[in-house]
């Protein structure tokens, strides 16, 4: 089965550094296959005969605390469930070339409380739109994701799970390569 996953939060403002080429030769020690990865922050695509995606979260979490001595949240999704996530997205008509980078794609680690995602409305700024999925969030920001006050802190706190985010344009790309690829 073809998977992508997420890292959370490594390669930003100078801390928490991890190459690229030592994070696919990781994946490949513990039984991934046709890994690779996509941009310096923590995208890598790979093939697994584990069809528990829990599974390989918490051994591919371990491995890299072992490697890299601090935690690093991974947030794992299939081929299927990233194809999924672009059809559903409910804004309509984005213009890859402007508007690729404004819109956001929040991803959880886990399905949370709807009430509780809907409560999350309250931080967006004026122009923002959330629509929540059912373990993503979709942002809309007009301004940029760099200025909204929804980071993947405060969700990670208000919904007790983890989360990382990627733009639009990147989601699209990972999507593309996960079909192409395989």
Not at 36 to 48: A, M, P, R
Request: one cysteine or more.
């Amino acid at each position: 089965m073809k998977y992508i996953s997420m890292l959370r939060g490594i390669n930003v403002g100078g801390r928490r550094i991890v190459r690229m080429d030592e994070l696919k030769a990781l994946y490949i020690s513990i039984g991934m296959k046709n890994v690779s990865t996509y941009i310096q922050s923590g995208n890598v695509l790979f093939e697994s005969d584990s069809l528990k995606t829990e599974d390989l979260k918490s051994s591919t979490e371990r491995s890299l605390e072992d490697k890299f001595g601090f935690r690093i949240s991974v947030i794992i999704r299939t081929a299927d469930e990233m194809e999924n996530i672009i059809v559903q997205c409910p804004f309509d008509n984005i213009d890859m070339k402007n508007d690729g980078s404004k819109i956001a794609l929040i991803f959880l680690s886990s399905v949370s409380d709807q009430n509780i995602l809907l409560e999350l409305k309250n931080y967006i700024k004026p122009g923002e739109k959330l629509i929540p999925g059912l373990r993503e969030i979709y942002l809309s920001c007009p301004e940029g994701f760099g200025k909204t006050k929804l980071t993947n802190q405060l969700v990670e706190q208000r919904l007790n799970v983890a989360a990382t985010s990627r733009n639009w344009r990147s989601v699209n790309k990972m999507n593309e390569l996960l079909i192409n690829k395989f």
